[in-house]
């Protein structure tokens, strides 16, 4: 999960765009700050919003008693249970989902259709005005809020949205982050090495997700409906845990949340032996490392304010 949080917020396009868009790298670390005290925040509410849901329900089981038919709807169900008698609160509770789900796709949206445009179609039309590229943008968004909207009919049918978003991300955030910190962190790395780092980690990453998505689920955690108002004539069948895990190889019992983690390992472990047995990595701008890493005598050569100067172009 920590591995997935820092590859998505701190190399992912979306975060990148608006950090290089101010000022000064003093006006980025503060508006960093800000950002890590307002997702905190949030976090912080979501996990007592969850400990509250279940103090709320940990005797009568929503999705087994049939009040709701997915985990998913348990948020809005609660709201509905608790509020929905106070007028306009559960309308202000949709409003605030839909906001939040509509920037974070609009700001998605906007980073792709300007990584689309500056990686594929700039280069064909060098004389291109600003407004040409502006309008080609606007209609690349409206493309791709088309395909967007549309996958909504099959992801409703792939089970859990909090899950399918960590495995769907788990492919490629794993090997992502690893490129990146193999280049701050690492003198010897080479293209070679990384490559073979990457498609390693793609592939054994891949090919877990793949096998454990075709294989029998984990049964959840047993839940109680003995509490339900009025009692409930179900007949729960008992999760045997022994046998998923006698059934199931060991390696597709791996959590989705461990997906990136395992990715970022298995390019290290490849991409730094083959770069050794290539010859290690040319000479390069120490700029590149992380600073604690850079050589005294590259320090000393380039005062802070000459630093400074470099990444505020």
């Known amino acids: 999960m920590t591995t997935t949080w820092i590859a998505k917020n701190g190399i992912s396009q979306c975060c990148i765009q608006r950090f290089i868009?101010?000022?000064?790298?003093?006006?980025?670390?503060?508006?960093?700050?800000?950002?890590?005290?307002?997702l905190s925040t949030i976090k912080l509410i979501s996990c007592f919003g969850g400990l509250i849901i279940y103090t709320r329900y940990h005797q009568c089981d929503p999705v087994k008693s049939g009040s709701v038919s997915k985990v998913d709807q348990i948020l809005p169900y609660f709201v509905m249970d608790v509020a929905g008698h106070i007028p306009g609160l559960p309308g202000l509770f949709i409003a605030g989902i839909f906001s939040a789900a509509l920037s974070s796709m609009s700001s998605s949206l906007n980073t792709i259709a300007g990584t689309i445009y500056e990686d594929f179609i700039r280069?064909?039309?060098?004389?291109?005005?600003?407004?040409?590229?502006?309008?080609?943008?606007?209609?690349?968004?409206?493309?791709l809020g088309?395909?967007?909207?549309?996958?909504?009919?099959?992801?409703?049918?792939?089970?859990?949205?909090?899950?399918?978003?960590?495995?769907?991300?788990?492919?490629?955030?794993?090997?992502?982050?690893?490129?990146?910190?193999?280049?701050?962190?690492?003198?010897?790395?080479?293209?070679?090495?990384?490559?073979?780092?990457?498609?390693?980690?793609?592939?054994?990453?891949?090919?877990?997700?793949?096998?454990?998505?075709?294989?029998?689920?984990?049964?959840?955690?047993?839940?109680?409906?003995?509490?339900?108002?009025?009692?409930?004539?179900?007949?729960?069948?008992?999760?045997?845990?022994?046998?998923?895990?006698?059934?199931?190889?060991l390696i597709f019992?791996?959590?989705?949340?461990?997906?990136?983690?395992?990715?970022?390992?298995?390019?290290?472990?490849?991409?730094?032996?083959?770069?050794?047995?290539?010859g290690g990595c040319e000479p390069f701008d120490e700029r590149l490392l992380t600073p604690f890493l850079r050589s005294k005598a590259w320090n000393e050569k380039n005062s802070k304010e000459q630093i400074v100067n470099v990444y505020e172009m």
């Not at 101010?22 to 700050?33: E, N, T």
């Not at 280049?183 to 877990?208: P, W």
């Open 146 to 249: 088309i395909i967007m909207l549309s996958l909504v009919f099959a992801v409703e049918r792939m089970g859990q949205v909090f899950r399918l978003n960590f495995v769907v991300t788990g492919i490629f955030v794993g090997t992502q982050l690893g490129l990146f910190t193999i280049g701050i962190l690492s003198r010897s790395a080479n293209t070679k090495g990384v490559i073979c780092g990457a498609v390693a980690a793609l592939s054994v990453v891949g090919s877990i997700i793949i096998g454990a998505q075709s294989l029998p689920k984990q049964p959840p955690l047993p839940v109680r409906i003995d509490g339900c108002d009025p009692p409930l004539n179900v007949t729960l069948s008992v999760n045997d845990q022994n046998n998923y895990l006698n059934e199931v190889p």
């Open 123 to 143: 280069h064909h039309y060098p004389n291109a005005t600003e407004k040409r590229a502006s309008d080609v943008m606007k209609l690349l968004v409206i493309i």
């Open 21 to 38: 868009a101010l000022p000064s790298i003093k006006h980025a670390k503060r508006s960093v700050m800000i950002f890590v005290v307002g």
């Open 253 to 278: 019992q791996l959590s989705f949340m461990y997906y990136s983690l395992l990715g970022v390992i298995i390019l290290f472990i490849i991409a730094l032996p083959v770069s050794w047995a290539t």
